[in-house]
């Protein structure tokens, strides 16, 4: 959205692909027959653990008779250190690379990281979307991506139907996806423990092999998505939506161990992760544009649910200021917080009745995170724009009510993670 002169833009406009953007539904934002392009190249970086950059290019394609085609390639290089699950201790500790091939040593107190972390994503998405008799628009569209150890692929479509003058827009919309996971090493059978010793010993690739239940696996997730979209004046627009989705097959992460740890905290064992096969998510969202004399207020929130009992919050607000030289400034707020899966454990207690299901990720424990930021734009000649955005991400894993025993209380279980997050964006 570019500003000029303070003129007013056209709030419907700006929310068009919002009711499905979920699905990646394209924007009927121009009726130019041209090509519109976005480029963007995003740093973000942990501190002393994973960084990702990505590269993207966008185009749009707006026909004379108001029919949209979008393509977008996106490249992303991760590398760094990632947590593998298990609890820091007072003593190093030594482990096996998902592969087999190989150990890594963590230090005495030190949140237990993979630090051969590393991996390249490519991501084609192509979208088409064009009008269907007066007051309905249809869109479908595909997405495509190919990691070294993932892929996937999935197809999307979305009806939109204008009332009341083409001030009320109802959407509904669904996306089918199918993921295929093919982790180096293989996938681990559930609650075996990692093998830990030397690639070249004898006897440790059968003992590694032992533990091993496939060379890869799959699971498919659908996503179906309900909108409304609402004008209520010339000055402010809202959007309510609500999503279903399911997904089911291979949800453990083959990476994750959990640390079994005897009476005094001390880790005796580790053992690979067990997730359930199913997961079912309802997501309410509520989104509201407002143009005030000064500037554009662009503020949403999000509740989730699930069957894993994780409920989450988010609340994002965005303040766009512009100037009269069509320079502006967007600072943005996100705030987000979650409780714990019903299976999340940071350990596993060799006093406990081996459950059916287990996992020490954080990403599904009790957490909270906020980024705060902002973003710079100006217009460069001809209508084209650079922007420039940098932020600071702050995430709080927290207890989700487990006690800590014996050496366990002398560790930090629940590392925070600060991470600063750098974009360029140029569009023509």
């Given at each position: 959205?570019?500003?000029?002169?303070?003129?007013k833009?056209n709030l419907?406009?700006?929310?068009?692909?919002?009711?499905?953007?979920?699905?990646?539904t394209?924007?009927?934002?121009?009726?130019e027959?041209?090509?519109?392009?976005?480029?963007?190249?995003?740093h973000?970086?942990?501190?002393?653990?994973?960084?990702?950059?990505?590269?993207?290019?966008?185009?749009?394609?707006?026909?004379?008779?108001?029919?949209?085609?979008?393509?977008k390639?996106?490249v992303?290089?991760?590398?760094?250190?990632s947590?593998?699950?298990?609890?820091?201790?007072?003593?190093?500790?030594?482990?096996?690379?998902?592969?087999?091939?190989?150990?890594?040593v963590?230090?005495?107190?030190?949140?237990?990281?993979?630090?051969?972390?590393?991996?390249?994503?490519?991501?084609l998405?192509?979208?088409?979307?064009?009008?269907?008799?007066?007051?309905y628009?249809?869109?479908?569209?595909g997405?495509f991506?190919?990691?070294?150890?993932?892929?996937?692929?999935?197809i999307?479509?979305?009806?939109a139907?204008?009332?009341?003058?083409?001030?009320?827009?109802?959407?509904?919309?669904?996306?089918?996806?199918?993921?295929?996971?093919?982790?180096?090493?293989?996938?681990?059978?559930?609650f075996?423990?990692?093998?830990?010793?030397?690639s070249?010993?004898?006897?440790f690739d059968?003992?590694?092999?032992?533990?091993?239940m496939?060379?890869?696996?799959?699971?498919?997730?659908?996503?179906?998505?309900?909108?409304?979209?609402?004008?209520?004046?010339?000055?402010m627009?809202?959007?309510?939506?609500?999503s279903?989705?399911?997904?089911?097959?291979?949800?453990?992460?083959?990476?994750?161990?959990?640390?079994?740890?005897?009476?005094?905290?001390?880790?005796?064992?580790?053992?690979?992760?067990?997730?359930p096969?199913?997961?079912?998510?309802?997501?309410?969202f509520?989104?509201?544009?407002?143009?005030?004399d000064?500037?554009i207020?662009?503020?949403?929130y999000?509740?989730?649910?699930?069957?894993?009992?994780?409920?989450?919050?988010?609340?994002?607000?965005?303040?766009?200021?512009?100037?009269?030289n069509g320079?502006?400034i967007?600072?943005?707020?996100?705030?987000?917080?979650?409780?714990?899966?019903?299976?999340?454990?940071?350990?596993?207690?060799?006093?406990?009745?081996?459950?059916?299901?287990?996992?020490?990720?954080y990403r599904?424990?009790?957490?909270?995170t906020y980024?705060?930021?902002?973003?710079?734009?100006?217009?460069?000649g001809?209508?084209?724009?650079?922007?420039?955005?940098?932020?600071?991400?702050?995430?709080?894993p927290?207890?989700?009510?487990i006690e800590a025993?014996?050496?366990?209380?002398?560790?930090?279980?629940?590392?925070?993670?600060?991470?600063?997050?750098?974009?360029?964006?140029?569009s023509?």
């Amino acid at each position: 959205m570019q500003l000029k002169n303070k003129t007013k833009p056209n709030l419907k406009v700006l929310l068009s692909t919002a009711t499905c953007a979920l699905l990646g539904t394209a924007s009927q934002a121009s009726t130019e027959e041209s090509w519109e392009f976005d480029t963007a190249i995003m740093h973000y970086a942990e501190i002393d653990r994973v960084s990702a950059t990505e590269a993207i290019i966008a185009g749009k394609k707006t026909f004379a008779n108001d029919e949209v085609l979008n393509l977008k390639l996106t490249v992303d290089a991760l590398t760094g250190a990632s947590p593998n699950g298990a609890t820091a201790q007072p003593t190093a500790q030594t482990f096996t690379r998902p592969s087999g091939n190989g150990q890594y040593v963590v230090n005495a107190g030190e949140t237990p990281l993979d630090d051969t972390f590393h991996d390249t994503r490519v991501q084609l998405t192509g979208q088409w979307s064009q009008p269907l008799l007066s007051d309905y628009v249809v869109s479908v569209g595909g997405n495509f991506s190919k990691e070294y150890d993932y892929m996937s692929a999935s197809i999307n479509g979305n009806l939109a139907r204008d009332f009341n003058q083409k001030n009320t827009t109802l959407s509904a919309g669904m996306s089918y996806a199918y993921d295929v996971i093919e982790p180096e090493g293989g996938l681990p059978t559930p609650f075996s423990s990692m093998v830990i010793g030397d690639s070249n010993e004898s006897g440790f690739d059968e003992a590694f092999n032992h533990t091993r239940m496939g060379s890869d696996d799959s699971k498919t997730t659908l996503d179906l998505l309900f909108g409304v979209t609402q004008v209520i004046n010339r000055n402010m627009i809202v959007q309510l939506n609500y999503s279903y989705s399911t997904a089911s097959g291979y949800l453990t992460d083959p990476f994750k161990v959990v640390s079994a740890i005897n009476a005094s905290g001390v880790a005796e064992d580790y053992i690979y992760e067990n997730r359930p096969d199913e997961r079912t998510k309802h997501s309410f969202f509520g989104q509201t544009k407002y143009h005030f004399d000064t500037g554009i207020l662009d503020a949403s929130y999000r509740f989730m649910t699930d069957d894993w009992e994780i409920d989450s919050h988010t609340v994002d607000v965005m303040y766009r200021i512009p100037f009269d030289n069509g320079h502006y400034i967007e600072p943005h707020l996100r705030v987000y917080t979650q409780s714990a899966a019903d299976f999340y454990q940071p350990f596993f207690s060799d006093d406990q009745i081996m459950p059916q299901y287990i996992s020490s990720d954080y990403r599904i424990g009790d957490l909270d995170t906020y980024t705060v930021g902002i973003k710079y734009g100006l217009p460069v000649g001809d209508g084209n724009e650079l922007a420039f955005r940098l932020e600071y991400y702050h995430q709080t894993p927290k207890n989700n009510g487990i006690e800590a025993v014996g050496v366990l209380n002398e560790v930090e279980l629940y590392e925070q993670v600060d991470a600063i997050i750098a974009q360029v964006t140029y569009s023509f």
